[in-house]
């Protein structure tokens, strides 16, 4: 029989009391732990931190895919522009292999595609790399692929150029590095030629060459193709073929054929004779070696005009500038007809001019200089009204008195209407490079004033005028980068 104490069940009663506090107490303290917001404070803090780790290490993935993308994209461009000029002989997916392989990117390039004619060559190349990520794996982005890609294009499309060159009397002298500067022109303008019209540029580019010095003389073709009267009865001269523009056709580029012109008077105020008796140096040009050659692809041919260009007389650049203009103007093309009727322009050119609109078409001048407008001289009426006039003044000097000569125009008027006629040609869109070989400051300012834009002047000295011609010839034949 168990006895109980009281003591012994107050042991009892305490360690069950005892176990029971024990688990109140803990559960009180979880429910103080649920309470306390400190706790949740430090777990945001911490996934913030995680976060910005992430987002910084991301900026450092990205930053790394841009540097590669660009560095692949730059070489690309650089790459297809050089394989696609017509100039370069080599295989032109090789050519764009050696960028990629000097760039360090040899494996980035996947594929080049060319297509190559005789007029046209097309290079496309497509480059991708692969980056693996530093941070971005973490959220299964394990590689970033870089892309590049371009095409480069360089096609002779119809191009229209006026070549005007001064041949005045400076011309003769010396230049600044040996040699007259007539022949620097001439080597400058027949290399020129050979640029243009290379091989590639068959039936597609057509060329104009105007000599000027007091006048531009027009030759017999032009001439009778407009409706010209003497300068002042009806009868016309056969000694030179020059039209006298009045003030008002330098405000407009075009070349009005239902006007009525008079024809350029024929004198010299010179004592120089040819062999024959008759005057040279006139003021408008008399030789055939000064006609113009008109819409021409014949590189012989215009060579060989040059190669016979002499200095004679003095300077009116608004005179060759109206030419120049005039033959990319569409006002001409009955003139261009007339010829290729004649035989003297291939029938490829029939339609040309174009119109200005015409998107496959480059109109450019080249205009030169060495030196200046000077005043301009003419024979007063009186002693010039008649046939028999003509005929004295092809064999006789034109006295410099004033009872005889007067002065048309000025120097300075001169200048107001080479502004004007370079302001029309370059409203039209007609593409103007002037050069100032061996010129003055007035000389220089004139003829950067008429070009399209300031790098478009070139003032050279001596032999720097073969570089002039070649970087315009080499403009004229640029690459467009064309996506």
């Not at 299964?140 to 371009?150: C, F, K």
């Not at 220089?444 to 001596?462: D, H, I, K, L, W």
Request: net charge negative; charged share 25%.
């Amino acid at each position: 029989m168990t006895v109980f104490q009281p003591g012994h069940i107050a042991e009892q009663e305490d360690h069950r009391a005892g176990d029971g506090g024990i688990f109140v107490r803990a559960w009180r303290r979880a429910g103080d732990f649920r309470r306390d917001e400190g706790g949740a404070l430090i777990l945001f803090a911490l996934f913030i931190f995680i976060l910005m780790l992430l987002i910084g290490g991301m900026a450092v993935d990205f930053m790394r895919f841009e540097t590669t993308r660009t560095k692949i994209q730059n070489t690309v461009d650089r790459a297809v522009l050089a394989a696609a000029s017509l100039n370069q002989t080599r295989d032109p997916a090789d050519v764009v292999q050696d960028y990629f392989d000097k760039a360090g990117l040899g494996g980035a390039l996947q594929n080049v595609i060319v297509e190559d004619d005789l007029n046209h060559r097309k290079v496309q190349a497509i480059a991708r790399a692969d980056i693996n990520t530093f941070f971005l794996h973490m959220s299964d982005i394990n590689t970033l692929s870089a892309p590049g890609g371009g095409t480069a294009e360089e096609k002779v499309t119809n191009v229209e150029v006026s070549l005007v060159l001064d041949i005045s009397g400076s011309m003769g002298r010396e230049s600044s590095t040996g040699g007259t500067k007539i022949e620097l022109l001439r080597d400058a303008a027949k290399d020129f030629v050979d640029t243009v019209l290379n091989d590639d540029a068959e039936d597609k580019i057509s060329l104009s060459l105007i000599s000027y010095s007091a006048q531009v003389n027009a030759g017999p073709d032009i001439f009778n193709q407009m409706n010209v009267k003497g300068s002042y009865i009806d009868a016309t001269h056969n000694y030179s073929h020059c039209i006298e523009f009045e003030t008002a056709d330098f405000n407009t580029a075009e070349l009005d054929l239902y006007k009525t012109y008079r024809q350029g008077q024929h004198f010299s105020p010179y004592n120089y004779y040819d062999s024959d008796g008759t005057l040279t140096y006139t003021n408008c040009p008399k030789y055939e070696r000064d006609r113009i050659i008109a819409f021409s692809q014949d590189k012989s041919e215009l060579k060989d005009r040059i190669e016979d260009l002499e200095p004679e007389a003095n300077t009116a650049i608004h005179m060759g500038m109206k030419w120049g203009t005039a033959l990319l103007d569409p006002s001409t093309r009955p003139i261009a007809s007339g010829l290729i009727g004649m035989g003297k322009v291939d029938n490829v050119f029939n339609g040309r001019p174009a119109d200005y609109d015409d998107e496959d078409t480059l109109k450019v001048i080249v205009l030169m200089t060495d030196g200046e407008n000077v005043n301009t001289l003419r024979v007063k009426r009186r002693h010039y009204n008649s046939t028999w006039e003509y005929n004295y003044w092809n064999t006789h000097k034109v006295p410099w008195s004033s009872s005889y000569l007067y002065y048309k125009y000025t120097a300075a008027q001169a200048d107001d209407m080479l502004d004007n006629i370079c302001d029309a040609a370059k409203a039209q869109g007609i593409k103007v490079y002037t050069v100032g070989f061996e010129v003055g400051n007035h000389g220089a300012s004139v003829m950067e004033n008429c070009a399209t834009q300031p790098s478009y002047f070139f003032r050279v000295e001596g032999i720097e005028i073969a570089d002039a011609f070649q970087a315009i010839a080499n403009d004229i034949n640029r690459l467009r980068l064309t996506q």
